[in-house]
């Protein structure tokens, strides 16, 4: 008798930390970092999104944003930051972030949100990620020629259309290229116009009316969608007729045309999530019989 009574009791004992250790995973404070740049539209989308999926910041979810202000310089040693922070998932809202993300950790979980994933060498395909990192493509290399054609279609006489691209920013050199296949089907010159950042608009939009642009196209950049409201302020000083991707058409914009920004945050949430519930430690069961078997004697 004693001896069974001597089984029971150690059964019990697993048990009781086997509950123990998954009331605190329950209990635990998870950390999402966000690196680079985000819109506030998108980060209101994304924390709208968790606390809808039960993460309440505060309780039992803490968010690092850590901006980049258009620097791309700086986006490594965010990354080692919030990896020093210990960080859960690092959610990375550009192809720039991305890179600094994948470059800085190999086991970390990765959400992103980029316009050329595959393209720009983060996964092997949108299928088949790989590695520590997943997300959402938002498609903006495939839509560029197609902003070229409706922007035509509205204002036939156009034949000088300038592009505003970010300098040096991944992805950009692509989605300039699917506009100039339109372009020479459309009879329509370009001309690029590349910006660094908040205080190289001005210069930009000075080279467009210089050089006798007839209308506008903004390519994809993270940084573009946060100035969007003064991208979309010079394009009417100018009197240039615009074509624009995400939701610039809120801020007054002529015409948007793209994939939603809001959208594609609300899906990083959902992936963030998926991530976050994935079990640390293999979850405790077993059978009365099961627990039996523990006995040392």
Known sequence: ??????????????LALCVSAEAQQATKNSRIGILGDAPPSGLIALRQQLRGLGWVEGQNLTIDYRPNDGKREI?????????QL????????????????????????????????????????????????????????ELGGKRLEILKEAFPKVSRVAVLLRLGGLGMERQLKEIEVAARSLRVQLQPIEVEGFNDFDRGFSTMRRESADALITLSAPS????????????????????????????????????????????????????????????????????LSWSLI
């Not at 008798?1 to 697993?14: C, N, P, Y």
């Not at 986006?75 to 990896?83: P, Q, V």
């Not at 890179?99 to 060498?121: C, E, F, W, Y």
């Open 75 to 83: 986006l490594s040693d965010i990354a080692t930051k919030l990896i």
């Open 224 to 291: 573009f969608n946060l100035y969007k409201t003064r991208i979309v302020e010079l394009a009417a000083r100018s009197r240039l007729p615009a074509i624009y991707p995400q939701e610039f058409a809120e801020v007054g914009g002529l015409m948007s045309y793209g994939t939603s920004y809001v959208d594609s945050y609300r899906r990083m949430a959902i992936y963030a999530d998926k991530i976050l519930k994935v079990p640390s430690r293999p979850t405790c069961r077993w059978s009365s019989q099961r627990s």
């Open 1 to 14: 008798m004693k001896k069974i009574l001597f089984r029971l009791t150690l059964g019990a004992v697993l």
């Open 86 to 141: 210990k960080a859960d998932v690092i959610v990375a809202p550009g192809t720039g972030s991305a890179v600094a993300a994948r470059q800085a950790t190999k086991t970390i979980p990765i959400v992103m949100l980029s316009s050329d994933p595959v393209g720009n060498g983060l996964v092997a395909s949108l299928a088949q990620p790989g590695g520590n990192i997943t997300g959402v493509s938002n498609v903006q290399v």
